[in-house]
Nanobody, 125 residues
Framework: QVQLVESGGGLVQAGGSLRLSCAASGRTFSSYVMGWFRQAPGKEREFVAAISWSGGNTYYGDSVKGRFTISRDNAKNTVYLQMNSLKPEDTAVYYC??????????????????WGQGTQVTVSS
C-alpha cells in the first residue's frame, strides 16, 4: 500500500513563497512519475507540475510556469514543490499523486492512482 503525506501549506502574502513536501511510503517510489495538483473551491482539480522518476524531466501547468519548481529526492522518498511569487489565485488545496505506470498522459488527474490528503495554501492580497 502506498501512502502520500503532504506538508508545508499555510497562509502567505502575495509575492511570498512556500515549499510543499510530499513524503511517500513504499520501496518503489523512485520508479514512478510524481505530480502535484490543486483544487480551489468550486473548481476542478488542476494540474500543477510533474516530475519523471529520475528527476530529469519536469512539466508545469501554464499558470505556474516560471514561478513553481518541482523536485524530488528518491533517497528520501520525497517530492517537493517550491512556490515563489505566489498570487491570490494560487489559493487551493494542493495534492501530490503518483502516476499509474500504464498511463502516458501526466496532465490528467485520472491517470494518477494514489493521492495524498492535501494541504491548504492560502495567499492573501
Amino acid at each position: 500500500q502506498v501512502q502520500l503525506v503532504e506538508s508545508g501549506g499555510g497562509l502567505v502574502q502575495a509575492g511570498g513563497s512556500l515549499r510543499l513536501s510530499c513524503a511517500a511510503s513504499g520501496r518503489t517510489f523512485s520508479s514512478y512519475v510524481m505530480g502535484w495538483f490543486r483544487q480551489a473551491p468550486g473548481k476542478e482539480r488542476e494540474f500543477v507540475a510533474a516530475i519523471s522518476w529520475s528527476g530529469g524531466n519536469t512539466y508545469y501547468g501554464d499558470s505556474v510556469k516560471g514561478r513553481f519548481t518541482i523536485s524530488r529526492d528518491n533517497a528520501k522518498n520525497t517530492v517537493y514543490l517550491q512556490m515563489n511569487s505566489l498570487k491570490p489565485e494560487d489559493t487551493a488545496v494542493y495534492y501530490c499523486a503518483r502516476k499509474r505506470a500504464s498511463s502516458s498522459n501526466l496532465y490528467y488527474a485520472q491517470n494518477y492512482d494514489y493521492w495524498g490528503q492535501g494541504t491548504q495554501v492560502t495567499v492573501s492580497s
